[in-house]
């Protein structure tokens, strides 16, 4: 039987109005009363996830941008990794100021910051002229992810490229989705954040299911002993993993309907 259970949010576990159904949030509470751990692993901000899992009452350990964060079930902070600082400074004066068709995102601890002209609002983010960002040690040496995005999609290709050409041996680049291009340390990933986890869990990989949709989620899937992907993932995931089974999308509980049939209806 699994001892971990491992799920992406965007494309997952949440439908396409960025929700936990009724439906899936029963099933992840059935989850939670037994000795099975659950473990979210997204590249969302770590204050989303911890409102989405506060206002449904569900209980989990929480792998945060893209990798480079982990919160446990109690909301405390046990890891966190940091971009390098100068080649943050790098690329955001490479990116923020000659590209205006791409905003730029950056994570810092519990802050989001982006462009001023971004439509983003939330209570955490912050819209940063480029001169208050290149001036500030706080943001350049506490940032622990980038995250571009675009409705061009050639641009963020292009991105991609660039950013590899000229870093690539100080961040991991993927995409989590067509528009959003994400940016973490070096070998800093879900997978990779994942086995560091796993690990203080005393958890084999062998005994993990894990749940995606996205090239951000390759490694972690590749890695855990049991592992689907949604009848919704890109054609990119579904070719590099075409050995993996293929569940039911996200709009229709995919996720919770496997841990229904496969694992709680195993040990009830």
């Known amino acids: 039987m699994y001892k971990a259970i491992i799920s992406d949010l965007d494309g997952t576990l949440l439908n396409s109005n960025g929700l936990i159904s009724d439906y899936t ?14 473990i979210i692993a997204t590249g969302r901000h770590y204050i989303d996830v911890s409102n989405l899992i506060n206002k449904n009452s569900i209980s989990a350990f929480y792998i945060t ?8 079930y109690n909301n405390n902070l046990i890891y966190y990794a940091k971009l390098d600082s100068n080649v943050l400074l790098e690329i955001i004066n490479n990116i923020y100021l000659n590209d205006d068709e791409i905003y730029t995102n950056i994570f810092c601890n519990d802050i989001w910051i982006t462009n001023p002209e971004s439509k983003l609002n939330r209570f955490y983010v ?5 001169n208050d960002i290149i001036k500030n040690n706080y943001i350049l040496n506490n940032s622990c992810k980038i995250h571009f995005n675009s409705d061009n999609i050639n641009a963020l290709s292009n991105l991609k490229e660039f950013l590899n050409k000229n870093w690539k041996d100080y961040i991991e ?6 528009f959003c291009l994400e940016v973490n340390p070096k070998n800093v990933s879900k997978g990779n954040t994942l086995k560091f986890l796993l690990n203080k869990l005393n958890i084999e990989l062998n005994n993990c299911i894990s749940f995606g949709d996205g090239m951000n ?16 993932s890109s054609n990119d995931l579904k ?7 293929i569940i039911d999308s996200n709009d229709n509980d995919g996720v919770a309907k496997y841990i229904e ?8």
């Open 25 to 38: 949030n029963n099933i992840i509470k059935l989850l939670n009363n037994t000795n099975i751990k659950l």
């Open 65 to 72: 941008a893209n990798g480079s964060v982990i919160h446990d």
């Open 126 to 130: 912050k819209k940063y002229d480029i």
């Open 173 to 178: 680049v993927n995409f989590s989705l067509p």
């Open 217 to 232: 989620d390759y490694d972690m899937l590749s890695i855990t002993g049991k592992s689907c992907l949604m009848k919704n």
């Open 239 to 245: 070719n590099k993993l075409c050995n993996l089974e």
């Open 261 to 268: 049939k496969n694992i709680l209806n195993m040990i009830s």
